[in-house]
């Protein structure tokens, strides 16, 4: 019997200057069926001046070949010290812990069918409020559903 299969794509954009914008693409294995979710978090990799500004930027994904099917978010940093969140292994797959070290991390659900290629911005709010150079990453995991494997008879 053929079970679909789920797997996560993780991806990562690494920002360095204030104000900047990054362009993007996100390729998937040719056997993903659709996007079933997406999460996001971020780790700050310089000193935080201080303040109470925790909003680092703005997220966006466009699905290859779909018109106005796109993804938006806002991410930001839980923590100052929040340290790369972690994959465990469970059973017979990876699956992303629920409570990370910069706290609940949940997926917004989704359902694109039939998108092998994702196109993405990002920007830096945060450099651009504290007129600064700020070191993060920000790491976004996108859940899919992958066709079932065929097996050998």
């Not at 007129?131 to 899919?144: G, R």
Request: hydrophobic share 35%; net charge neutral.
């Amino acid at each position: 019997m053929d079970e679909v299969r789920e797997d996560v794509v993780v991806a990562r954009i690494n920002v360095a200057r204030k104000d900047s914008q990054q362009y993007f693409q996100v390729i998937l294995p040719r056997d993903t069926q659709k996007i079933k979710g997406i999460e996001c978090s971020a780790v700050l990799q310089s000193p935080l001046p201080v303040t109470n500004e925790r909003f680092l930027g703005n997220l966006q994904l466009q699905a290859e070949g779909q018109t106005n099917l796109c993804y938006c978010t806002d991410i930001f940093l839980d923590r100052p010290n929040a340290q790369i969140p972690t994959l465990g292994f469970t059973g017979d797959s990876w699956m992303k812990k629920a409570f990370e070290q910069s706290g609940m991390r949940e997926t917004e659900p989704l359902e694109i069918k039939d998108c092998h290629v994702l196109y993405g911005c990002f920007r830096d709010i945060i450099g651009q409020k504290l007129k600064n150079d700020l070191h993060y990453k920000v790491t976004f995991y996108i859940w899919i559903e992958r066709a079932p494997t065929k097996e050998k008879t």
